[in-house]
T-cell receptor, first 114, second 116 residues
Framework: DVKVTQSSRYLVKRTGEKVFLECVQD?????MFWYRQDPGLGLRLIYF???????EKGDIPEGYSVSREKKERFSLILESASTNQTSMYLC?????????????FGDGTRLSIL | AQKVTQAQTEISVVEKEDVTLDCVYE???????LFWYKQPPSGELVFLIR??????QNEISGRYSWNFQKSTSSFNFTITASQVVDSAVYFC?????????????FGTGTRLQVTL
């Protein structure tokens, strides 16, 4: 079974802090994704990556950056956290670029910015 | 532009009732994939099914069944004899065009509450 692990289930940070959310997958997947989930808005794609050191913007990249130095690890960075970034963050991975294979998700990180 | 609409925000049923979750999509592609995911209270999205646009056969898996109708751009999900463990948020998703790293467009989700 694919395992996608997010480093924290709950996180509380202060406005202006630099925040790192980590995600690791154990199945050698090429694609990795970061979403945020807000009530009534579903899942919105922040960034994704289809290879090491490659990244592409999703639908709502403003205020975020990402890093993929190793194939199994995809980090989401909030450069200067703001209260409107309080949300549930979900990481996902899928097998091969272009394949439309299912995405496999982690448990999510509920982030609160005070 | 791609779009997925789940018009039902929340549904409540009593255990053993059948329930159908609606999903309507918009795409210009002729080849695409549709997905359903379940998100229980624990938070992790669990993959349920993937369907490609060329396969319109209905699918049944235990108490779950899916009705794909290309003519109405719908991919509805029915749970037969619902159980309390079916309580979750269910998301329908549509694949983006080939060449974009298998991105998905998600609907806003339907929260299903099954009570005794």
């Amino acid at each position: 079974d694919v395992k996608v692990t997010q480093s924290s289930r709950y996180l509380v940070k202060r406005t202006g802090e630099k925040v790192f959310l980590e995600c690791v997958q154990d199945m050698d997947h090429e694609n990795m994704f970061w979403y945020r989930q807000d009530p009534g808005l579903g899942l919105r794609l922040i960034y994704f990556s289809y290879d090491v050191k490659m990244k592409e913007k999703g639908d709502i990249p403003e205020g975020y950056s990402v890093s993929r130095e190793k194939k199994e690890r995809f980090s989401l960075i909030l450069e200067s956290a703001s209260t409107n970034q309080t949300s549930m963050y979900l990481c996902a991975s899928s097998l091969i670029r272009y394949s439309n294979q299912p995405q496999h998700f982690g448990d999510g990180t509920r982030l609160s910015i005070l | 532009a791609q779009k997925v609409t789940q018009a039902q925000t929340e549904i409540s049923v009593v255990e053993k009732e059948d329930v159908t979750l609606d999903c309507v999509y918009e795409t210009r592609d002729t080849t695409y994939y549709l997905f359903w995911y379940k998100q229980p209270p624990s938070g992790e999205l669990v993959f349920l099914i993937r369907r490609n646009s060329f396969d319109e056969q209905n699918e049944i898996s235990g108490r779950y069944s899916w009705n794909f109708q290309k003519s109405t751009s719908s991919f509805n999900f029915t749970i037969t004899a619902s159980q309390v463990v079916d309580s979750a948020v269910y998301f329908c998703a549509l694949s983006e065009p080939t060449g974009t790293a298998s991105k998905l467009t998600f609907g806003t989700g339907t929260r299903l509450q099954v009570t005794l």
